[in-house]
């Protein structure tokens, strides 16, 4: 069964940053499209940043100039550079990815667009 595993979260000051990543067993990231997204308490589930097969990255207008997507295909690995971070970036941060029997043609910006989620790892930040 394909497990994602998200890892790296934690509580920072506003202004810090923080790595996260996203280990993959029984799924090669490389030809797939992936992506992070994020839901705060009470509110819906966001997109914060995708990248497609080829390396090709979509930031949320949220987080750009903040935030770098990156994916390490030998290490099976993706990950997530936040950098600048706000209180408004508090959530429970989910990686995502799409099934290879789907097309992954640039970056895919819509939750419904992705097979597999890990179980998400908590992002803190405080004033």
Do not use: H
């Amino acid at each position: 069964q394909v497990q994602l595993v998200e890892s790296g979260g934690g509580s920072v000051q506003a202004g810090g940053s923080l790595t996260l990543s996203c280990a993959a067993s029984l799924l090669s990231l490389s030809g797939i499209c992936m992506g992070w997204f994020r839901q705060a308490p009470g509110k819906a589930r966001e997109g914060v940043a995708v990248i497609d097969s080829k390396g090709s990255t979509y930031y949320f207008d949220s987080v750009k100039g903040r935030f770098t997507i990156s994916k390490d295909n030998a290490e099976n690995t993706l990950y997530l550079q936040m950098n600048s971070l706000e209180p408004e970036d508090t959530a429970m941060y989910f990686c995502a990815a799409r099934s290879l029997y789907r097309s992954c043609s640039g970056p895919r910006r819509g939750d419904s667009d992705y097979n597999y989620w890990g179980q998400g790892t908590q992002v803190t930040v405080s004033s």
